[in-house]
């Protein structure tokens, strides 16, 4: 069974950062790409960052290049988001997320979310 626990999110003054996790189970997680999308109030869901299985290959909404970072532990079965610079904009539900090859298709999976807030 295909599991994503995304941990790290909280309170955080504007400037400041935080380390997201997701932490993952029931699949080969080396094999597979791992993104990382964000949901505000009243707002669609969108993506923030992708990470690539095999070069660790990286890319980035424009709303957050620079500030974050995403990277991956295969060995941990773990992908990370590091939020730098955090702004009032970026308050949200943080999902990470990936795509998994099953016999009927391609299934997009999602942890529960982690909630972010940068507020004074």
């Known amino acids: 069974q295909v599991r994503l626990v995304e941990s790290g999110g909280g309170l955080v003054q504007p400037g400041g950062s935080l380390r997201l996790s997701c932490g993952t189970s029931g699949f080969t997680f080396s094999t597979y790409a791992m993104s990382w999308y964000r949901q505000a109030p009243g707002k669609e869901r969108e993506l923030v960052a992708t990470?690539?299985?095999?070069?660790?290959?990286?890319n980035y909404a424009d709303s957050v290049k620079g500030r974050f970072t995403i990277s991956r532990d295969n060995g941990k079965n773990t992908v990370y988001l590091q939020m730098n610079s955090l702004k009032p904009e970026d308050t949200a539900v943080y999902f990470c997320s990936t795509d998994i090859v099953a016999s009927l298709g391609i299934r997009r999976y999602w942890g529960q979310g982690t909630q972010v807030t940068v507020s004074s």
């Open positions: 990470i690539t299985s095999a070069s660790g290959s990286t």
